[in-house]
């Protein structure tokens, strides 16, 4: 029953933002660690931040650190990634992805395109 479904991508010019959605079932996003990974073309899958119950604490790659901010609304059960001054090597397929503590389990989401292009 757990399900993740990430929304919001699309083409965007370079300086633009960008907010991405990840709705989660099954769970509540308030007792998973969530967080944001992206895939470029002809590369691997990186972490793009990631953000824990307690506290709100929140973590970023050094390459979106002061870019791109993640929030959650535990009220709509959905996770957010606010991406500001978009390059051209943002570009890629973003995945949310959630984590349980309790049984190590990682659930992921099917992606969507971020295009940054001028």
């Known amino acids: 029953q757990v399900q993740l479904v990430e929304s919001g991508g699309g083409l965007v010019q370079p300086g633009g933002s960008l907010r991405l959605s990840c709705a989660a079932s099954g769970f509540t996003v308030s007792n998973r660690m969530m967080s944001w990974y992206r895939q470029a073309p002809g590369k691997g899958r990186e972490l793009v931040g990631f953000i824990i119950s307690t506290a709100d604490s929140t973590k970023y790659a050094d390459s979106v650190k002061g870019r791109f901010t993640i929030s959650r609304d535990n009220a709509k059960n959905t996770v957010y990634l606010q991406m500001n001054s978009l390059k051209p090597e943002d570009t890629a397929v973003y995945y949310c992805?959630?984590?349980?503590?309790?049984?190590?389990?990682?659930?992921w989401g099917q992606g969507t395109q971020v295009t940054v292009s001028g």
């Open positions: 992805s959630a984590f349980h503590v309790a049984t190590a389990l990682r659930y």
